[in-house]
Nanobody, 113 residues
Framework: QVQLVESGGGLVQAGGSLRLSCAAS????????MNWYRQAPGKWRELVAT???????YYVDSVRGRFTISRDNVKNTVYLQMNNLKFEDTAVYYC???????WGQGTQVTVSS
């Protein structure tokens, strides 16, 4: 059974940083593309960042240059380093393994202005 468990969310002031982690189990992690999504109140869930098997990356325009996605194939973990956080980054952040159609439970990120 594939499971994804996020951690690292919290409350931070604008301009601050947080690092989210997503630990995967039950799958061959290194073979999988991994995504981070977020959903703010009243908004659709949006793709924030993607990292492929070869560690190629994609970012939505609103976070490019501030967020960094990375992976550790030994620890079966994907990370999202978030710097220079803005109020509009406030959302529940979800880890996703699209090839298995599995989602984590989400972790709340709140940025105070």
């Amino acid at each position: 059974q594939v499971q994804l468990v996020e951690s690292g969310g919290g409350l931070v002031q604008a301009g601050g940083s947080l690092r989210l982690s997503c630990a995967a189990s039950g799958m061959i992690f290194s073979f999988n593309t991994m995504n981070w999504y977020r959903q703010a109140p009243g908004k659709w869930r949006e793709l924030v960042a993607t990292i492929g098997r070869g560690s190629n990356t994609y970012y939505v325009d609103s976070v490019r240059g501030r967020f960094t996605i990375s992976r550790d194939n030994v620890k079966n973990t994907v990370y999202l380093q978030m710097n220079n956080l803005k109020f509009e980054d406030t959302a529940v952040y979800y880890c996703n393994a699209p090839q298995n159609n599995v989602w984590g439970q989400g972790t709340q990120v709140t940025v105070s202005s």
